[in-house]
């Protein structure tokens, strides 16, 4: 009963619910599975699904991306895009690159953009296709792409913004003290918007800032994945997802200088509350509303428990008048089951009245499903009409208390 009252509620808000291609190409049905499927790997393969990214090009066509990881994964890491001609009902696969993980997809003048690193923990890289993702530069050395050649290096598909002339891009480093969490180092990339952005020598960056174990009353474990965000008096912020255990539910708010040189952090005044802080989110401004808005992980109160970053089960629509508030707005997706499902790592974009995203989604597949939440096994994309109206009374079903 559940289900079918689920399934009824994402279709009045607009969620088309089946079909895609899998990786081979071939038309496949999976029942159930929300939104359209445009990419599948099943668990059995040991590569899962990571990252995704979309972005739209001048002519309409979307272009969506991914990864994969996993005991199996390809070497070097594998980037894998995909294009649909009809505004997200239908896709097919365009291009591969190997050498390629966790990058944002952007379009800036006229050009098709990827910025990420070329391995887990790798060097940071950029490439650009000139014919709208069919072929792609190769980062080899600092005027083609290769933007910082030594290092360990982290980010997400995440923002890349324009402001005040430049582009900004938050990314992290892994080359602090500790193992995961801990070592992250935040820090802010930009270059100006007319640059030659393959062009190493055109990037500057900030001081990185690392992780203190006394912040947030000794729970803090570390911050990632920063989207650069311009504030309503017009500077560039880093906010970035937050692990803090057991809570969750915060981010932080890294200040970037206008001349895109400096990052400072306030402790007392830094950490926000924010529904879903505990995993990747992607946040963008909408000047219609004069609102910040975001999908993300909000752990509904039945599933709060010591492990808010791997409760991914629940995706909510929420928003903010100035970073600093947030309100959930409407539930989107919902599983009972947080185990082996999962709507997470969201990259989304405004299109008139409604938005359209991409995510890493842990679901059944006919196959066995997702090995667990986190390993996903399909990018499904999503159209969330009218987001500007939905309201709780909108959301599918999903535990209140």
């Known amino acids: 009963m559940l289900g079918e009252r689920w399934l009824a509620s994402a279709m009045i808000m607009g969620m088309v619910l089946m079909t895609g291609c899998a990786t081979t190409g071939e038309r496949l049905e999976f029942q159930g599975v929300p939104g359209v499927v445009v990419d599948h790997s099943p668990a059995s393969s040991e590569q899962y699904v ?23 994964q390809p070497v070097p890491t594998l980037t894998r895009v995909f294009r649909s001609t009809d505004r997200g009902r239908t896709w097919s696969h365009l291009s591969d690159m190997l050498g390629m993980t966790w990058a944002s997809i952007f379009v800036h003048r006229e050009n098709v953009y990827l910025m990420g690193t070329d391995d887990y923990n790798g060097r940071t890289v950029i490439r650009k296709s000139s014919d709208g993702g069919k072929t792609w530069t190769v980062p080899v050395n600092k005027d083609s792409g290769l933007l910082v050649p030594d290092g360990r290096y982290h980010c997400a598909p995440v923002p890349v913004v324009e402001h005040s002339g430049r582009l900004w891009r938050g990314m992290e480093d892994s080359m602090g003290p500790g193992n995961w969490g801990h070592h992250f180092r935040a820090f802010m990339m930009s270059a100006p918007v007319d640059a030659d952005l393959l062009k190493a020598d055109n990037w500057i960056s900030t001081n990185h800032i690392g992780r203190d174990p006394e912040w947030l009353d000794n729970k ?57 802080g505990a995993v990747k989110f992607t946040i963008r401004f909408d000047p219609t509303t004069r609102l910040y808005w975001s999908l993300t992980n909000y752990i509904p109160p039945k599933h709060a428990g010591p492990d808010p970053g791997g409760t991914r089960n629940t995706l909510t629509l929420t928003c903010s008048p100035d970073l600093r508030h947030w309100t959930v707005k409407c539930v989107l997706l919902y599983h009972p089951d947080r185990q082996k499902h999962g709507f997470q790592y969201v990259d989304w974009l405004f299109e008139g009245n409604d938005l359209i995203a991409v995510c890493r989604t842990a679901f059944d597949d006919g196959l066995g499903g997702a090995h667990n939440m986190h390993d996903a096994n399909f990018m499904t994309f999503h159209r969330v009409k009218n987001f500007r109206k939905l309201t709780m009374k909108d959301s599918v079903p999903f535990p209140k208390e």
Do not use: M, Q
Not at 50 to 72: E, T
Not at 248 to 276: L, Q
């Open 220 to 276: 803090f474990d570390g911050w990632l994945e920063g989207n650069a965000v311009v504030t309503p008096d017009g500077h560039i912020v880093d906010f970035l997802r937050v692990a803090y255990s057991p809570e969750g539910e915060k981010a932080a708010i890294i200040n970037i200088s206008d001349d895109g040189k400096t990052a400072t952090f306030d402790p007392e005044t830094g950490f926000v509350g924010f529904p879903g």
């Open 50 to 72: 990571g990252s995704p990214g979309i972005c739209v090009l001048s002519n309409g066509d979307y272009l969506a991306k991914d990864d994969r990881f996993g005991p199996k």
